[in-house]
């Protein structure tokens, strides 16, 4: 059974950091497209980084450019998203979310990715 499992949300105050994982199990697929997404409350859920680990190729959302980094670690099964210099703006529930086997890169659609983890509350506090 593939299962996404998120960790290492909490609350921060505003300009510190947090990094989110991301461990994936059950998978059979060497490479894959992986995302993280986020949906603050009142708002439309926001992708917010991807990456295809097969060449690490990233792109971000504009609202986390040059503040958040995500990364991955294949003999780990595991994608992180580094988040540095939060907002309060950044607070919302983040999910990751998995394209098994398919490759990715800037424009990707969103309804190509078939499973997510259960999600993980940060929230940044002014």
């Known amino acids: 059974q593939v299962q996404l499992v998120e960790s290492g949300g909490g609350s921060v105050q505003a300009g510190g950091s947090l990094r989110l994982s991301c461990a994936a199990s059950?998978?059979?697929?060497?490479?894959?497209?992986m995302g993280w997404f986020r949906r603050a409350q009142g708002k439309e859920r926001e992708r917010v980084a991807l990456i295809y680990t097969g060449t690490s190729n990233r792109d971000y959302a504009d609202s986390v450019k040059g503040r958040f980094t995500i990364s991955q670690d294949n003999a780990k099964n595991a994608v992180y998203l580094q988040m540095n210099s939060l907002k309060p703006e950044d607070t919302a529930m983040y999910y990751c979310a998995a394209d098994w086997g398919a490759y990715c890169t800037l424009g990707y659609p969103n309804n190509q990715f078939q499973y997510w983890g259960q999600g993980i509350l940060v929230t940044v506090s002014s």
């Open positions: 059950g998978v059979t697929y060497s490479t894959s497209c």
